[in-house]
């Protein structure tokens, strides 16, 4: 097999466990853009202060969306006045967890794992988002309404077009260039052969660099990390790879470099890493007082499903439709 045939299949693989959850992403932001007036954003996302971060953050912990799926939704907020505090916390609190994702690391990786994650994505986002505040907001960023669609069309239309044609139309080129370095990353990096680390510093900057630049969906990366746990990691070493992979990809970074500004972006990225090491260490030095963790090792099929191939043709035609129509308007 070439190198370039497994670059071409890690990108497939890559875009299909994307797919659906990125489609779920655009579906939501088009009810969010009928259901949610513009005025209540701006009411509680848009300023600069500790209570739209803390907001923002609580939001995005319950809802199950990844690290690709939390864009298009980021996207409509960052469009309608979010702050960059704001935004910068959704998008790390909301792709570690959420309902499913809660669910899923309850049965297999224990009720103290369960409990920590959520809490320790409510924290490094409030932290991330209350930091981002610090650097200048300009208000070309907002859009006050979103005129690509007369509110005299069918919901159903509106939903569709906003979501499908006009955010998939704003990030089809960098999340595509995310998607093939996330695929070329992933042809060479395997992240269960980290698994002999044990933990320490050594073993969890190891596990991030490795986890960092990877699409790793949150719920589908909890067997690797049961995997990992039943192997020799330490639990907080664990929890970094759980929170790298999915807040801190090579997809999900090209998109905040558009959403929040470059600087921001690197930022977002540095600040991510700091504080995934920083809560891996708290686990570990809490671990004995949480409730049992313990590991399951369950086989992932998420990847090459019917379901999900067809989610990602579909994904593909819906960001070329969308790029189309955004070079027309």
Partial sequence: ???????????????????????????????????LPVRLVKQHLAQNGKA?????????????????????????????????????????????????????????????????????????????????????????????????????????????????????????????IGILLAGVLSAFVDPQSFAGLGDGLVAKLVVVAAAAPLYVCAT?????????LVAGLSPGTVFVFLMAGPATNAATFTTISKLIGRKEAVVYLVLATLLALVMGFILDGLAPLLPEISAKELQDHSGHSLWHMLAAIFLVMVLINGKIQHNRS
């Fill in 220 to 228: 589908a990366s909890l067997p690797i990390g049961a995997s990992m």
């Fill in 52 to 176: 739209s971060v803390i907001k923002s953050a609580l939001l995005g912990v319950p809802l199950p969306l990844c690290s690709c799926g939390v864009l298009p939704v980021a996207t409509w907020m960052r469009r309608h006045g979010a702050s960059k505090g704001a935004t910068g916390a959704f998008l790390l609190a909301t792709p570690q967890t959420g309902v499913d994702g809660f669910l899923v690391a309850l049965v297999i990786l224990g009720l103290g794992f369960a409990v920590y994650i959520p809490i320790a994505a409510f924290v490094s986002g409030v932290i991330l988002g209350l930091l981002l505040n610090l650097f200048p907001d300009k208000s070309e960023h907002e859009v006050l309404e979103d005129t690509s669609v007369s509110k005299a069309k069918p919901v159903w239309l509106r939903i569709l077009r906003h979501g499908f044609v006009t955010v998939a139309g704003d990030i089809a080129v960098p999340l595509g």
């Fill in 1 to 35: 097999m070439t190198i370039l045939t497994e670059i071409l299949e890690a990108c497939w693989h890559t875009l299909t466990m994307m797919a659906p959850y990125l489609l779920l992403g655009f579906f939501l932001t088009g009810v969010l853009s009928v259901i």
